[in-house]
C-alpha cells in the first residue's frame, strides 16, 4: 500500500517542483531586467533628487534653517517647499517664497522636467537666470519677483508654451523683451517692472488674448505703446510708468 501510494505522489510533486522552480526563474528574469532597464519614473526621481540636491548647494544663507529638511533622512518628496504627484513623485512645485534664502538657481534645474510651479519670490536669489528653464515644457507658473537676478530674459523660455505667469518684478534685468517669448499664448500676468530693461514695448504682447495683467512699470523702455495692445479685452491692469516714453 505505501509503495502504491509513494507512485501516485510523486508526479504531482514533480509538477510542483517544476512550477516552483519556473516561477523563481521568472522572478529572477524580471528583477534581472528591472536593475538593467530602470523605468523612467525611477529614473525621473532619481533625476529629480539631484536636481534639488544641486539648488542647495547653491543655497549661501539659509537663517531660517529651511534647507536643513533636505537631507537623505528624508524622502525628497517631503522636502520643505516640495510638491510631488502623488502617483510618480515627481516634483511638480518648489515653492521657497520669502524663506530669506541667498543663493543662485543651476542649470540643473531644468531636469525637474515634469514641474508646473516655480515661486522664489522675496529673496535675495543672484546671478542670470539659467536658459535650461526652457527645458520645462509643462511649467505653468515662473515666481522670481523681488529679489537680485541680473543678466537677460532667457530666450529659451519660448518652449515653455504653457505658461501663465511670469513674474520678474523688483530684480536687475536687462536688456529687451525678446521676440522668441510671442509664443506665450497662455499668459494671464507678465510682471516686468522694476528691472533695468530697454527697448520698445512689442506690439505682439497684443497678441496675449488671455492676459489680465501687465507690468512694465519704472524701466528704462522708449518709444510709443503699441497700438496692438488695445486687442487685449480681457486685460484688467496695466503699469507702464516711470519709463522714458513718448505721447505718439
Known sequence: MMEHSRTIRNPVLLKFL?????????????????????????????????????LKKRITEDPLSVMSSWNHSVHF????????????????????????????????????????????????????????????????????????????????????????????LSNKIIGSIPRQLSSWLSLTLL?????????TIPGWIGNFSSLRGLGLAHNNFQGSIPNELGHITTLQKFLVGGNNLSED
Do not use: Y
Open 191 to 199: 510682471k516686468l517692472g522694476e528691472n533695468n530693461l530697454s527697448g
Open 77 to 168: 518628496c517631503s522636502w520643505v517647499g516640495i510638491t510631488c504627484h502623488s502617483a510618480t513623485q515627481r516634483v511638480l512645485i518648489l515653492d521657497l517664497e520669502d524663506k530669506q534664502l541667498a543663493g543662485s538657481i543651476p542649470p540643473s534645474i531644468g531636469n525637474l522636467t515634469r514641474l508646473i510651479e516655480i515661486s522664489l519670490g522675496i529673496n535675495e536669489f543672484h546671478g542670470e537666470i539659467p536658459q535650461e528653464l526652457g527645458r520645462l515644457r509643462t511649467l505653468e507658473s515662473l515666481n522670481l519677483s523681488f529679489n537680485s537676478f541680473g543678466g537677460k530674459i532667457p530666450t529659451n523660455m519660448s518652449h515653455c508654451t504653457q505658461l501663465r505667469v511670469f513674474d520678474l
Open 18 to 54: 517544476h512550477g516552483f522552480f519556473l516561477l523563481v526563474l521568472c522572478m529572477m528574469s524580471t528583477s534581472s531586467e528591472s536593475a538593467a532597464f530602470p523605468s523612467h519614473t525611477l529614473l525621473g526621481n532619481e533625476s529629480d533628487r539631484l536636481a534639488l540636491l544641486d
